[in-house]
């Protein structure tokens, strides 16, 4: 009969924890990356320099977009603000920007591969109305973050 001993049960024990010890480092080094980008807890939509539309962390929604009938907006692009305020783009193909409006038919969504992934252009219908714009950060099949309702008003300049 072979004699068991406490050296013959140290080599596989030993081998297990290297294995679960280098199992939990892989496992921790990839969290670790998917935790390096920024969350998204607000936005801001800039067109010509200036804020329309915002939401800080913690805050309200403050703005609206005013379109008269059958015009179309420059450039609007938006920023994703992270819990300091801080405004920044998610970088990788895997990111892209979605929408929907309460309303069909009132506005457009148009979006042109030269302006980037992260603006816009709206053009509103030939109709007076209004409707409401949510923007989403898409990562993937799935939204990783909803603006607010975003309220777009059709409406034809009244002179005096």
């Not at 936005?43 to 800080?56: A, K, Y």
């Not at 603000?81 to 409006?101: A, I, K």
């Amino acid at each position: 009969m072979k004699k068991f001993t406490l050296l013959h049960a140290a080599k596989p024990v030993t081998l297990l924890l290297f294995v679960a010890l280098f199992a939990v480092t892989c496992d921790n080094s990839t969290s670790a990356d998917d935790d390096d980008h920024a969350d998204a807890e607000g936005f801001r939509l800039v067109m010509n320099g200036s804020t329309l539309v915002e939401r800080v962390p913690g805050g309200t929604l403050s703005g609206e977009i005013e379109l008269e009938p059958d015009e179309e907006t420059a450039l609007i692009t938006i920023w994703f603000l992270d819990d300091d305020g801080d405004q920044f783009h998610p970088e990788g193909d895997e990111y892209s920007l979605g929408y929907q409006f309460d309303d069909q038919g009132v506005v457009e969504f148009e979006q042109h591969a030269e302006d980037g992934k992260w603006s816009f252009h709206l053009h509103a219908a030939n109709v007076e109305d209004h409707t409401e714009l949510t923007l989403m950060l898409m990562h993937n099949d799935h939204s990783d973050f909803n603006t607010d309702e975003i309220h777009i008003h059709v409406e034809s300049e009244q002179l005096p």
